[in-house]
T-cell receptor
Framework: ELKVEQNPLFLSMQEGKNYTIYCNYS?????LYWYRQDPGKSLESLFV?????AVKQEGRLMASLDTKARLSTLHITAAVHDLSATYFC??????????FGTGTSLTVIP | EAGVTQFPSHSVIEKGQTVTLRCDPI?????LYWYRRVMGKEIKFLLH????????ESGMPNNRFLAERTGGTYSTLKVQPAELEDSGVYFC??????????FGNGTRLTVT
């Protein structure tokens, strides 16, 4: 079974600052997803990363994948309050199963 | 397209009682998944349907949990009898083929 570790669990950052969330997974995965969840809402898909070296960017968020290190990162640039949410990574295997991390609860403070 | 809907959004029951959660996936999505998140922990896989068949139920905690998917459409997850440790948020998600998961808003279950 794939194990996914995400850190940090909690992140409080000031507006305008940069930070990175890390996602490690234990065995081979054919794709890596990042999701965002606002309180009381469903998880929304942000990115899917399919291959080694893949990089996706949307606004102030950029995700990357290193399959050799089994590591994905979600980088936040110049944080704004609207980015406050919980972010999950999920590794997908060839059995069409998704394994999630613990989530990173991000709070952006003025 | 209508999203994944779950009912109820909240349920508070006493230990020993029965609760049934329902999930309506996006129309045309053959894959349906149930997950559970206990406060502060990972979103843990429970089971996966492909159409009406259970593809993988390795994450089901014990035989107090029973999932069905009638005719390959909506799914129910019954907990009988409920225990305190069953409390958490139960998520349903669906997908088409090998696409990304589309989640419902979840059912928050509290067992007292």
């Amino acid at each position: 079974e794939l194990k996914v570790e995400q850190n940090p669990l909690f992140l409080s950052m000031q507006e305008g600052k940069n930070y990175t969330i890390y996602c490690n997974y234990s065995t081979t995965s054919d794709r890596l997803y990042w999701y965002r969840q606002d309180p009381g809402k469903s998880l929304e898909s942000l990115f899917v990363l399919l291959s080694n070296g893949a990089v996706k960017q949307e606004g102030r968020l950029m995700a990357s994948l290193d399959t050799k290190a089994r590591l994905s990162t979600l980088h936040i640039t110049a944080a704004v309050h609207d980015l406050s949410a919980t972010y999950f990574c999920a590794a997908h295997n060839t059995g069409n199963q998704f394994y999630f991390g613990t989530g990173t609860s991000l709070t952006v403070i003025p | 397209e209508a999203g994944v809907t779950q009912f109820p959004s909240h349920s508070v029951i006493e230990k020993g009682q029965t609760v049934t959660l329902r999930c309506d996936p996006i129309s045309g999505h053959d894959n349906l998944y149930w997950y559970r998140r206990v406060m502060g922990k990972e979103i843990k896989f429970l089971l996966h349907f492909v159409k009406e068949s259970k593809q993988d139920e390795s994450g089901m905690p014990n035989n107090r949990f029973l999932a069905e998917r009638t005719g390959g459409t909506y799914s129910t997850l019954k907990v009988q009898p409920a225990e305190l440790e069953d409390s958490g948020v139960y998520f349903c998600a669906s997908s088409r083929d090998w696409g990304p998961l589309h989640f419902g808003n979840g059912t928050r279950l509290t067992v007292t």
